[in-house]
């Protein structure tokens, strides 16, 4: 007997919307967020499960609700933070642009004290700021190993999300059932490197729509 895995995306939230580290801080489903639940209800309308997880978070137990209003089969939902998105620690809620600026402004301080840049003109200095402030971005965002001041790695995630996929499919083997996880984007790249077979710099790429769903047999 084939098991199934429905895993999918919350919808966009306002931290989303306006490019803000989120981590654990509960920021509600924008309404373009209720529009992405709603068409990831629909696509999971024919699907059939008996259990549901969610995080601690509004805006993965409201993704859910959406869908449960098509699942009466359904009679366990449980709470499992191991699904929970990444913590970014200290700079929860702060803006990616915010960041930005700082890091490009300290990066170019540093450099100026060596006197290592002391050539650069206005434009070219704000191009710089710019420029070593979104590489500390993306090191940030995209890298495996290294965690915000505070805050988790990827690795660090996977490490939970590993321990929640274990118990997982011994609850789907042990009790014949499906299960629907209304999961975070950074949640979302463990488990599919998981059940997918990528590699860690595979993973590292995904990006997790707020519309769709992932289907995985057991």
């Known amino acids: 007997m084939k098991l199934h895995i429905y895993l999918f995306r919350h919808g966009q939230t306002y931290f989303n919307r306006d490019h803000r580290f989120t981590g654990w801080k509960?920021?509600?489903?924008?309404?373009r967020g209720i529009r992405d639940a709603k068409k990831v209800a629909k696509k999971l309308k024919s699907k059939k499960f008996q259990v549901a997880y969610h995080s601690r978070l509004s805006r993965?137990?409201?993704?859910?609700?959406?869908?449960?209003?098509?699942?009466?089969?359904?009679?366990?939902?449980?709470?499992?933070?191991?699904?929970?998105?990444?913590?970014?620690?200290?700079?929860?809620?702060?803006?990616?642009?915010?960041?930005?600026?700082r890091e490009g402004t300290d990066s170019y301080k540093t450099l100026l004290?060596?006197?290592?840049?002391?050539?650069?003109?206005?434009?070219?200095?704000?191009?710089?700021?710019?420029?070593?402030?979104e590489a500390e971005l993306q090191i940030i965002r995209r890298s495996y190993n290294i965690p915000p001041p505070n805050g988790?790695?990827?690795k660090m995630v996977e490490k939970r999300v590993n321990s929640f996929v274990k118990d997982l499919l011994k609850k789907m083997k042990k009790e014949k059932v499906n299960v629907a996880i209304s999961a975070h984007g950074n949640s979302m790249r463990p488990f599919r490197k998981y059940f997918e077979k990528l590699t860690i710099k595979q993973m590292m790429k995904l990006e997790n729509p707020w519309d769709d769903y992932f289907e995985y047999e057991v």
Not at 73 to 98: A, F, N, P, W
């Open 26 to 31: 509960d920021s509600k489903l924008t309404s």
């Open 60 to 101: 993965s137990k409201d993704t859910l609700k959406f869908v449960m209003k098509f699942h009466p089969e359904c009679k366990e939902v449980i709470t499992d933070d191991r699904m929970i998105e990444r913590s970014y620690g200290k700079l929860q809620g702060k803006s990616h642009k915010q960041f930005v600026k």
């Open 113 to 133: 004290h060596w006197h290592k840049i002391d050539h650069l003109n206005g434009a070219e200095r704000k191009e710089f700021i710019r420029k070593t402030g």
């Open 152 to 154: 988790e790695s990827v």
